[in-house]
């Protein structure tokens, strides 16, 4: 006979394994923690969330090339998708997934200043996303992130948004002006994509994250970048009408340039006509500073620019000939 510490009940060797559980703990099942009662305003913010997913979603499409891929959103009633410039690069034609199947895209038009561009998709036309006023934009508002990370189809990150006219490089020659900053996670494959409100409105195209040094150059959580819907729509209507665009607000100094060695931008050419040659400033020239702001990098004067309008007058600082002197330039408007 077989007997267990804790149980006064004399129990067979073949009943044992099955019911000594039950027996010490007196027969009674334990049941599961009850699940806790979502407070009505949750419930109708969760509710509203996963309707604001399921109408945008459509019209958040994902953008192949032989390079990679990233995201696009449907701008309008015939077939124009608006997307990142990157995300294009020097491609003309695409393949464009959308909820029931893949289509061929061209090339509407491009703008890398502003690191947007348009394409178009035929033999369909899908429903358009609404786009929003950006700037009514409040820092805290709630936005969540639609598009393709990894190739991931339609997946949604949330967050707020955090900062408003951020100035953002690139790092490579493209400085964003009046960026949304949101906490929504931006991964690759992101870049295109919508950044919408509660109310399923395109509020930005998420575009970059912030690169974090400490973490050896990799995204820095939670620190997100998207250009303003204002702006999408200010350069698409363009790209649309007349393949380019003509009236950016984008400040144009028109120079060519690099970055040398010890800091300073070093002026290898400058646009005939253009307000730097109109100014006196030549090839051979370095820049030192602009509007009273360094410019030790050619990113730095890239964003210093993007912060400055045309038609502006402003004070160039130079270094010709291991002397300083300085200019004033009346700043044009960029094309493209």
């Known amino acids: 006979m077989s007997t267990r510490r804790g149980c006064s009940t004399a129990l067979t060797a073949a009943t044992l394994a099955v019911v000594i ?19 009505k305003p949750v419930a109708e913010f969760q509710d509203q969330v996963v309707r604001v997913v399921d109408a945008i979603s459509p019209a958040v499409v994902q953008i192949q090339t032989s390079a990679g891929l990233g995201s696009g959103v449907v701008y309008d009633g015939k077939g124009d998708i608006i997307t990142n410039a990157h995300v294009v690069g020097s491609f003309k034609t695409f393949k464009i997934t959308l909820a029931n199947g893949t289509y061929d895209g061209t090339l509407v038009g ?16 899908p429903h358009p996303a609404t786009f929003a006023d950006s700037s009514k934009l409040r820092v805290g508002d709630f936005a969540l992130a639609i598009g393709n990370p990894l190739g991931l189809r339609s997946s949604v990150t949330d967050g707020i948004v955090s900062s408003l006219g951020r100035t953002v490089s690139e790092g490579n020659g493209v400085a964003l002006s009046s960026a949304i900053q949101t906490s929504a996670a931006i991964n690759p494959g992101n870049s295109g994509g919508a950044l919408v409100d509660l109310q399923g409105r395109v509020i930005g195209i998420p575009t970059l994250a912030a690169l974090d040094p ?32 003509v009236k950016s607000g984008r400040a144009y100094l028109g ?17 005939p006509g253009g307000p730097a040659a109109r ?58």
């Not at 559980?21 to 699940?35: E, H, K, M």
């Not at 620190?223 to 790209?239: E, H, T, Y």
């Not at 120079?255 to 646009?271: C, D, K, M, N």
């Not at 004070?315 to 960029?334: I, N, Q, S, Y």
Request: glycine share 12%.
């Open 255 to 271: 120079v060519r340039v690099a970055t040398i060695v010890g800091g300073g931008v070093l002026v290898s050419a400058t646009v």
């Open 214 to 245: 400490e973490l050896g150059g990799a995204q820095a959580p939670g620190i997100g970048f998207a250009i303003p819907s204002n702006a999408v729509k200010k350069i698409a209507d363009q790209l649309i009408a007349n393949g380019r665009v």
């Open 110 to 125: 491009t703008f890398p200043a502003n690191d947007l561009a348009v394409v178009h998709i035929k033999g369909v036309t």
């Open 279 to 336: 100014s006196g400033i030549k090839p051979g020239d370095i820049i030192l500073a602009v509007n009273g702001q360094p410019t030790p990098t050619a990113d730095v004067l890239v964003s210093v620019l993007a912060n400055l309008h045309p038609g502006q007058k402003v004070p160039v600082k130079l270094l010709r000939h291991g002397k300083e002197t300085t200019v004033t330039v009346t700043l044009g408007e960029l094309h493209g």
């Open 21 to 39: 559980l039950a027996a010490c703990a007196g027969g009674q099942n334990v049941s599961a923690i009850a699940p806790v009662k979502l407070a």
